[in-house]
């Protein structure tokens, strides 16, 4: 399992893909976060609700770090390598095991960079502004760590999408589609369901108030659920279909 979550990650370091998409992250990061910590006025900046959405922009970069796990499985079935990978190791689950572990450390990696960029920028444009910082440190240690594991879990989730729609283009309008329209339209529309799609559980995990968020606690649950039921589902059916 060790070699090979080592094989996967190595997948990830030696792919142009995914130098792609860290740049883009940390661009779309720079630019929402200077925008909205520089144009925002200081009364709307003295929240506490608006200090950590400045201060955790995480909806980015969960983004993409789904995008980074789905491209980890739809790679290998768009250029073919899959046949190779199954055959040195014929235990199929073993592979989506590996693969889920790859992605949610690749996850951890970006939401670390992503925390890191965000939260010193962000803290650092309120304080030049001279606007006090309304979120205690308990509210401040939630936000950083509850970034760190909300975004790690997108990794894994794409993972598993990536593994049961393994078409990448599909895979990765689907998702853009879901994460961008189809989840906040549920979430006004029927809120007791939307609430418990991720995207909604990573805002309950960060702390972000809603009255119809779950607990902060659900949230994370919610998060490793959604992790866990799609890469069963993409394990079954890996199991499954031919690779050819």
Not at 70 to 80: D, H, S
Not at 120 to 148: C, H, K, M, N, Q
Not at 220 to 232: E, I, K, M
């Amino acid at each position: 399992m060790i070699d090979q979550t080592r094989s996967e990650l190595l997948k990830l370091r030696s792919t142009r893909t995914t130098l792609g998409l860290v740049i883009g992250m940390v661009a779309l990061l720079l630019l929402s976060v200077l925008l909205t910590g520089l144009l925002s006025e200081e009364l709307s900046l003295s929240t506490d609700d608006n200090q950590r959405d400045l201060l955790t922009i995480s909806g980015i970069a969960n983004l993409f770090a789904a995008l980074c796990g789905v491209l980890l499985v739809t790679n290998e079935f768009r250029f073919g390598t899959i046949r190779s990978t199954v055959l040195v190791t014929p235990r199929r689950s073993l592979v989506v095991g590996a693969k889920v572990a790859a992605g949610l450390l690749a996850g951890l990696a970006l939401a670390a960079l992503a925390q890191l960029l965000t939260f010193g920028i962000g803290y650092t444009i309120l304080s030049g502004r001279g606007i006090p910082i309304e979120l205690d440190g308990g509210e401040l240690a939630r936000l950083l760590v509850g970034g760190l594991a909300a975004i790690a879990l997108w990794g894994a989730i794409g993972v598993g999408l990536g593994t049961v729609v393994r078409n990448q283009v599909g895979a990765v309008i689907g998702l853009l589609a879901w994460v961008l329209f189809v989840e906040h339209l549920l979430f006004a529309l029927v809120p007791s369901v939307g609430r418990l799609m991720p995207t909604q559980a990573a805002s309950a995990l960060l702390g972000q108030k809603d009255e119809h968020y779950v607990p902060a606690l659900a949230g994370g649950a919610l998060l490793v659920a959604w992790a866990a039921v799609l890469a069963l589902a993409g394990a079954a059916l890996l199991a499954r279909r031919d690779v050819d």
